[in-house]
């Protein structure tokens, strides 16, 4: 009698275990299964991003390829508006500017308050 208590006994850990061992390894393989699936997607989304990328150099390059058979050239950039310098004031030893000292370049333009050299943006008619 005491044999088939402690039979049943262990028989009862083991089935326990066992039904705890299926459910932690389903639990482990959903979790590697995200796992895969997560890093799928992300290896998707870079190949997506790196593919957009090669597409707009390409592009990008056809177009310059285009322009320069025809014989259009870049704009040329703009250089930076040149600065004087201003010697100190000999009262104060500080810098000082007035404000008039901006120059129009159309008088035209002057009369209106616009200037157009923004509008060119550095074409040429």
């Keep these: 009698m005491a044999n088939d208590y402690i039979l049943s006994s262990v028989t009862d850990v083991q089935q326990l275990l066992k039904g705890n061992a299926d459910s932690q390894s389903v639990a482990m393989l959903n979790n590697v299964m995200a796992?895969?699936?997560?890093?799928?997607?992300?290896?998707?989304?870079?190949a997506q991003h790196n593919a957009q990328m090669l597409n707009s150099a390409t592009t990008t390059s056809t177009c310059a390829r285009i322009l320069s058979v025809m014989g259009a050239k870049p704009p040329a950039p703009t250089p930076p508006p040149a600065t004087t310098p201003v010697a100190p004031s000999?009262?104060?030893?500080?810098?000082?500017?007035?404000?008039?000292?901006?120059?129009?370049?159309?008088?035209?333009?002057?009369?209106?308050?616009?200037?157009?050299?923004?509008?060119?943006?550095?074409?040429?008619?």
């Design 35 to 46: 796992e895969t699936i997560g890093m799928a997607m992300h290896n998707a989304v870079t």
């Design 90 to 125: 000999p009262a104060t030893g500080v810098n000082t500017t007035s404000a008039s000292s901006t120059t129009v370049a159309d008088p035209a333009t002057a009369a209106t308050g616009s200037d157009t050299s923004a509008a060119n943006n550095g074409t040429s008619n």
